[in-house]
T-cell receptor, first 113, second 115 residues
Framework: NAGVTQTPKFQVLKTGQSMTLQCAQDMNHNSMYWYRQDPGMGLRLIYYSASEGTTDKGEVPNGYNVSRLNKREFSLRLESAAPSQTSVYFC????????????FGPGTRLTVT | ELKVEQNPLFLSMQEGKNYTIYCNYSTTSDRLYWYRQDPGKSLESLFVLLSNGAVKQEGRLMASLDTKARLSTLHITAAVHDLSATYFCAVDDKKSGGSNYKLTFGKGTLLTVNP
């Protein structure tokens, strides 16, 4: 089992370019999350999907869109990248039941110049 | 709004010593999680604490939860170099509703264990 996978691992964008970060899981989890991690800021939730067909905003959703394509896949889109979106992005999943520990993917390191 | 504060944010300790990392949170919750992150890596779950008075131990690490004080501690016993990492606590945000909860993370504690 691969667990939680993310693509790409690294990406460099110019300001104004768009891109989609992909996340897939084979853990049969209901809930999926996108976080960004910046130095000294911990992890901040961008969007989450409690179950297939639903998405909700987290703490820092501006500049991002998401799609829960099916139970396995949850994508994060930057429509017009800005330098402030330079960060490490983590996808996470959980069952969504009590003791809903989250499992994290390996991360995508994004630089916007 | 739920706020989670960890202290200290930086901790340099000698091998063999004991120390405690503190995690305070601002609103009622009885679900708290501890994660470890090695440099350049992802987050790895360490402990899940689901009730007042919960205590979990794994090797040299022990975590506890006091929901009345809104406080969790991560105690390190006889530290070794391999424990060097960043440790995060995370608290669920029950305001999200439904049966799927969001987590609010602390800023992390960077632990360095020196020989």
């Amino acid at each position: 089992n691969a667990g939680v996978t993310q693509t790409p691992k690294f990406q460099v964008l110019k300001t104004g370019q768009s891109m989609t970060l992909q996340c897939a899981q084979d853990m049969n989890h209901n809930s999926m999350y996108w976080y960004r991690q910046d130095p000294g800021m911990g992890l901040r939730l961008i969007y989450y999907s409690a179950s297939e067909g639903t998405t909700d905003k987290g703490e820092v959703p501006n500049g991002y869109n998401v799609s829960r394509l099916n139970k396995r896949e949850f994508s994060l889109r930057l429509e017009s990248a800005a330098p402030s979106q330079t960060s490490v992005y983590f996808c996470a999943t959980s069952y969504g039941l009590p003791a809903y520990e989250q499992y994290f993917g390996p991360g995508t390191r994004l630089t916007v110049t | 709004e739920l706020k989670v504060e960890q202290n200290p944010l930086f901790l340099s300790m000698q091998e063999g010593k004991n120390y405690t990392i503190y995690c305070n949170y601002s609103t009622t919750s009885d679900r708290l999680y501890w994660y470890r992150q090695d440099p350049g890596k992802s987050l790895e779950s360490l402990f899940v604490l689901l009730s007042n008075g919960a205590v979990k131990q794994e090797g040299r690490l022990m975590a506890s939860l006091d929901t009345k004080a809104r406080l969790s501690t991560l105690h390190i016993t006889a530290a070794v170099h391999d424990l060097s990492a960043t440790y995060f606590c995370a608290v669920d945000d029950k305001k999200s509703g439904g049966s799927n909860y969001k987590l609010t993370f602390g800023k992390g504690t960077l632990l360095t264990v020196n020989p």
